[in-house]
């Protein structure tokens, strides 16, 4: 398994800041993703977070509000950026391809609210 | 569209009792199905991962079906612990990597003393 830790793991900001939550695994991953969790709802990918280049977005979200990087297969980091309430949300960071394996982890979340 | 429904949404049991969560999917072409539990303000953890040629997989106190005809997975919980009350997340994988992951809205499970 992966042990996934993200920083921050709540915060509440003002509206039209920016955030940015770090997502650090203690081994080598080959995939990386983000994930949004809004309240009541299930998990929407954001993102996958690709080492060296540009992530890959889904649809709905652009790198303008949500950029994202992944300088290295350890660690990644996404910015909310000019943050509205309806960004109000938990964000996860989740890595597979541990040892070509088809599990999936998930990091604790980051809760955060937009006032 | 890929769709995964679970039901019911919520459920309180008694400590000590069994429950049964249901799970219905729409996702093609399937790859696999995925249980998850997530505590609260945690990230969800894995419980069971079946593939299509997989009935029912099992994992301590927790037994995963799967129906790949009809498209059901029901997750059944045996002698419920306090520690069980959390959300449990189904997840359908359609062929095509990990960014064809489809996740249900989970069910509420509350297991009172």
């Known amino acids: 398994s992966a042990v996934i830790s993200q920083k921050p793991s709540r915060d509440i900001c003002q509206r039209g800041t920016s955030l940015t939550i770090q997502c650090q695994v203690d081994?080598?991953?080959?995939?990386m993703f983000w994930y949004r969790q809004q309240p009541g709802q299930s998990l929407t990918l954001i993102a996958t977070?690709?080492?060296?280049?540009?992530?890959?977005?889904e649809s709905g979200f652009v790198i303008d509000k949500f950029p994202i990087s992944r300088p290295n297969l350890t660690f990644s980091t996404l910015t909310v950026s000019n943050m509205s309430p309806e960004d109000s949300s938990i964000y996860l960071c989740?890595?597979?391809?541990?040892?070509?394996?088809?599990?999936?982890?998930f990091g604790p979340g980051t809760r955060l609210t937009v006032l | 569209k890929n769709q995964v429904e679970q039901s019911p949404q919520s459920l309180i049991i008694l400590e000590g009792k069994n429950c049964t969560l249901q799970?219905?999917?729409?996702?093609?072409?399937?790859?696999?199905l995925r249980w998850y539990k997530q505590d609260t303000g945690r990230g969800p953890v894995s419980l069971t991962i079946?593939?299509?040629?997989?009935n029912t997989k099992s994992n301590g106190r927790y037994t995963a079906t799967l129906d790949a005809d009809t498209k059901q997975s029901s997750l059944h919980i045996t002698a419920s612990q306090l520690s069980d009350s959390a959300s449990y997340i189904c997840?359908?994988?359609?062929?095509?990597?990990?960014?064809?992951?489809?996740f249900g809205t989970g069910t509420r499970l509350l297991v009172s003393p």
């Open positions: 989740s890595v597979a391809g541990l040892a070509g394996g088809n599990e999936q982890f």
């Open positions: 081994s080598q991953v080959t995939m």
């Open positions: 977070a690709n080492q060296g280049s540009e992530a890959t977005y």
């Open positions: 799970c219905n999917y729409t996702v093609s072409p399937f790859s696999n």
């Open positions: 079946m593939t299509f040629s997989e």
């Open positions: 997840v359908v994988s359609a062929k095509g990597g990990f960014q064809k992951l489809v």
